[in-house]
């Protein structure tokens, strides 16, 4: 079992940024990667970015391309989000997620998530 504990987040105004982290405790040593999903009100959970905690190669959602940044600490098994530029459409619960078998499209484990706000 991985367990998952985000942080970071909150209410900023459209331009702001933001940084979330998320540190895994458990059964670290079998993480094939660590991402980030969202769900905004009335919406399904969508893919935000990803990394592969070995190579640290990362993917990204075209939506936060150029504005997000995905980064990892493995000493502390701990994944960041970096988030710059956001805007009203960005407002939802960020999820952290873990996989250690799979793609890092389907994460098989996921944190309580943490609200992010963004006001126009």
């Known amino acids: 079992q991985v367990q998952l504990a985000e942080s970071g987040g909150g209410l900023v105004q459209a331009g702001g940024s933001l940084r979330l982290s998320c540190a895994a405790s458990g059964r670290t040593f079998s993480k094939y990667a660590m991402g980030w999903f969202r769900q905004a009100p009335g919406k399904g959970r969508e893919f935000v970015a990803a990394?592969?905690?070995?190579?640290?190669?990362?993917y990204y959602a075209d939506s936060v391309k150029g504005r997000f940044t995905i980064s990892r600490d493995t000493a502390k098994n701990t994944v960041y989000l970096q988030m710059n530029g956001l805007k009203p459409e960005d407002t939802a619960v960020y999820y952290c997620t873990s996989t250690t078998s799979g793609t890092y499209y389907h994460p098989n484990y996921w944190g309580q998530g943490t609200q992010v706000t963004v006001s126009s």
């Open positions: 990394i592969l905690w070995g190579a640290g190669s990362t």
